[in-house]
């Protein structure tokens, strides 16, 4: 089953910074909207961030606008998060997520960030 496949979550101090990776396992992924979603303990999952195939849009969920920024190398067929002056409230287990036929129907298998205040 074609999976993409997330890096870079941990454990990291309110105010610090992480950048999470997510490569694909194809160059067609270079042709989609890519996003990043989280799920928190006990909370429904809920979008972070979106990237045309172009990186030339992208799209922030109000909650991190002004700290994360989304960025994709399609070289490396792999999108990036990079996520500034996290907050406890960051904590989550992070997907990255590509829309190949209108809707996100291809998913990682996340990975977690945990922010300690």
């Known amino acids: 089953q074609v999976q993409l496949v997330e890096s870079g979550g941990g454990l990291v101090q309110a105010g610090g910074s992480l950048r999470l990776s997510c490569v694909a396992p194809?160059?067609?992924?270079?042709?989609?909207?890519m996003g990043w979603f989280r799920q928190a303990p006990g909370k429904e999952r809920e979008f972070v961030a979106a990237?045309?195939?172009?990186?030339?849009?992208?799209y922030y969920a109000d909650s991190v606008k002004g700290r994360f920024t989304i960025s994709r190398d399609n070289a490396k067929i792999t999108v990036y998060l990079q996520m500034n002056s996290l907050k406890p409230e960051d904590t989550a287990v992070y997907y990255c997520?590509?829309?190949?036929?209108?809707?996100?129907?291809?998913w990682g298998q996340g990975t977690q960030v945990t922010v300690s205040s």
């Open positions: 997520a590509a829309k190949s036929r209108g809707e996100y129907d291809v």
């Open positions: 194809r160059r067609t992924f270079s042709l989609y909207e």
């Open positions: 990237a045309s195939w172009t990186g030339g849009n992208t």
